[in-house]
């Protein structure tokens, strides 16, 4: 296993998300039926409505739609970030009962993630850590033989794997909360392995859905920078980077 890289699936999300949040919004402003609300917005787009609403900061129809995502090649310090986001659903692999001895990856150590200063130490940096996360291999490898080598072995074992450890997720956040996840984890002034992984989701949820998230990114896209004295400086070239991503992604049709 050893080093492994971010990869981000976009397993499922809510069909026609557009017309389920405007079906929600319109509801709270009109006196007809269900059926009625319904058939009016099938029969039109709904990208002005959807715009207005953002504009407007009406936002929990947006709850109404989910993505979920599969996520490998992130560490458990990510892991240990990205649960704070209690308005999500998590399933995670477990150490508890996943063992990671050398033998069950066939010689090689866990898999674990290379911390970004790390890498820009360079390559004799990267073989020092990997050589350090070897021997975490060889101590993980020691207290599971000495706890009886069975799977309850692994339930202590655990204690001396660190941060780095890779970990796999699957989460669910509905759209609401994931235009607050990428308006927190999308700026520069967060970890870097957070703000990769938000970033890979946006682009994600834009080609499904490019009007829900037109405008997600940090929150200097919309204004002032929050940071105040501790602003990354860059709100201008952020701007550009989000501008141009999303002028590519309403290439994309809402499906």
């Given amino acids: 296993m050893g080093s492994k890289e971010l990869n981000v699936k976009l397993l499922r999300y809510t069909p026609n998300a ?101 890498k820009e130490l360079g390559q004799e940096a990267e073989e020092e850590f990997h050589r350090q996360m070897q021997q975490i291999q060889e101590w993980y490898d020691g207290w599971v033989q000495r706890f009886g080598g069975d799977r309850s072995s692994y339930e202590d074992a655990r204690f001396v794997l660190p941060n780095a450890a890779e970990t796999k997720l699957v989460v669910t956040m509905n759209a609401r909360e994931l235009m607050h996840f990428f308006n927190l984890r999308c700026c520069n002034r967060a970890q870097w392995e957070i703000r990769r992984l938000a970033h890979r989701m946006l682009m994600l949820v834009k080609e499904v859905a490019p009007t829900l998230f037109a405008k997600s990114g940090p929150r200097c896209l919309q204004g002032t920078c929050p940071e105040g004295k501790l602003s990354c400086g860059q709100m201008k070239k952020v701007r550009l980077k989000y501008l141009a991503e999303s002028d590519n992604s309403n290439k994309t049709t809402l499906e």
């Fill in 18 to 118: 557009e017309e389920i949040v405007a079906m929600g919004a319109r509801l709270c402003y009109s006196a007809a039926s269900i059926d009625e609300v319904a058939g009016g917005i099938a029969v039109r787009d709904q990208g002005d409505f959807i715009r207005k609403l953002m504009d407007m900061g009406h936002h929990t129809p947006f709850e109404h739609v989910t993505f979920t995502f599969g996520v490998e090649g992130v560490s458990r310090s990510l892991l240990a970030q990205i649960t704070r986001h209690r308005i999500a659903s998590f399933s995670v692999q477990s150490q508890r009962y996943v063992g990671e001895t050398s033998t069950q990856n066939r010689g090689e150590t866990f898999g674990y993630i290379v911390p970004q200063k790390v």
